[in-house]
């Protein structure tokens, strides 16, 4: 089961992951600096999935977890900034400087990638496609496991990979 959680949006305003029971979820981690991230957001790869999947109702979460003075992190402004200059599609980007989230859940790189069913267990976890590098012309022949498990999942079909490992920058985690 995906474990619980409450983070601040770009707007101030707390979301928690229970307010989307019964409804598909994806988790992104994200860092704008990191070269993997630019991949699918300068070919707006990501931005194209994050569109046709909360146009079928997808809640698509996007979390900014590196630390405070890290590389990566962000303030809300700086946030709103990105989304609007990316013109990007997801729900909400949270804000997680403290790294909670990412410890809860064991996010070790931008972009780890989760989809949450609507009874709220993982069906996916890992890399966003095939192709562990930051060349944006790797997409068109890559496997995009997240677009994969989140077609089988809306399918009614088990997840053929539910498990894959996630490439990218690691989230810079606050210090203890």
Same mark, same amino acid.
């Given at each position: ?23 598909? =979820? ?20 990501? *931005?194209?999935? *994050? *569109? ?6 997808? =809640?698509?979460?996007?979390? $900014?977890? @590196? ?8 303030? +809300? $402004? ?6 609007? &200059?990316?013109?990007?599609? *997801? ?8 790294? @909670? ?28 496609? &095939? ?19 989140? $077609?089988?999942?809306? +399918? ?14 690691? =989230?810079?985690?606050? &210090?203890?």
């Amino acid at each position: 089961a995906a474990p619980g959680f409450s983070l601040p949006d770009t707007n101030g305003k707390t979301r928690s992951l229970s307010e989307y029971k019964g409804k598909y =979820v994806v988790l992104e981690w994200f860092n704008p600096e990191c070269p993997f991230v630019k991949k699918h957001y300068g070919s707006e790869n990501m *931005q194209k999935l *994050q *569109q046709e999947y909360t146009g079928k109702g997808v =809640v698509w979460l996007t979390i $900014d977890s @590196n630390a405070t003075g890290t590389e990566g992190n962000l303030t +809300a $402004d700086q946030a709103q900034k990105i989304m609007t &200059s990316w013109k990007t599609k *997801q729900t909400a980007l949270l804000l997680d400087s403290d790294s @909670n989230v990412a410890k809860l859940y064991g996010a070790k790189n931008t972009p780890d990638m989760l989809v949450i069913n609507p009874e709220g267990k993982i069906v996916y976890e890992g890399a966003i496609d &095939s192709k562990a590098t930051p060349n944006a012309a790797d997409i068109p022949n890559s496997t995009n496991y997240v677009k994969a498990a989140l $077609d089988e999942s809306l +399918a009614g079909k088990p997840v053929s990979n539910p498990t894959t490992k996630p490439y990218g920058c690691s =989230v810079k985690y606050k &210090s203890s």
